[in-house]
């Protein structure tokens, strides 16, 4: 779950970057779609560090964090066009639909939790699918 809280975070903050560095004739529906973006993610994150507290587990935010810092420095940074963030975190909401499958098949884990999982995997779902319009 930790893997997830900080794909999640990773999500939350390159979303929020880029919304907040996105420039262009899309500008004002770019910086919409992102605040959305980042929004969705950070409910996600705070629900699954939620999760991991309610039933018993000590998440270590510092390391959730840092695999979060880790992983943001592999992705481009103020590219010169909107449509590489949107490939970008499409790339990003694909590896959290892998996790998700992995997760859920996770033994031990409660129906609450796995129904919490599927929540987020059909959020990105859409999400997958308005960044694929997005992109043409």
Same mark, same amino acid.
């Given at each position: 779950?930790? /893997?997830l +809280?900080a @794909?999640?975070?990773? @999500?939350?903050i390159? !979303?929020?970057?880029a919304?907040?560095l996105? *420039?262009g004739?899309l500008?004002f +529906?770019d910086? +919409?779609? %992102? !605040?959305? %973006?980042?929004?969705?993610?950070?409910g996600?994150?705070d629900d699954?560090?939620?999760?991991?507290i309610g039933?018993g /587990? $000590?998440?270590?935010? &510092?390391?959730?964090? !840092?695999? +979060? &810092?880790e992983a @943001?420095?592999t992705?481009? /940074?103020?590219?010169?066009?909107?449509k590489i963030?949107?490939?970008t975190i499409?790339?990003?909401? *694909?590896? %959290?639909?892998?996790m998700?499958e992995q %997760?859920v *098949?996770s033994p031990?884990m409660?129906?609450?939790?796995? /129904?919490m #999982?599927?929540? #987020?995997?059909?959020? $990105?779902e859409?999400?997958k699918? *308005?960044?694929q319009?997005r992109?043409k």
């Open positions: 779950m930790e /893997q +809280a @794909l999640l975070k990773s @999500l939350n390159y !979303a929020h970057n919304h907040n996105c *420039k004739s500008f +529906a910086h +919409a779609f %992102l !605040a959305d %973006l980042y929004d969705q993610a950070d996600h994150y699954v560090v939620e999760r991991m039933s /587990q $000590t998440p270590d935010l &510092v390391k959730i964090n !840092a695999l +979060a &810092v @943001l420095k992705y481009p /940074q103020n590219p010169p066009e909107n963030y949107f490939q499409l790339t990003m909401e *694909k590896d %959290l639909g892998i998700i %997760l *098949k031990g409660s129906e609450g939790t796995k /129904q #999982i599927g929540n #987020i995997a059909d959020v $990105t859409v999400n699918y *308005k960044l319009q992109i």
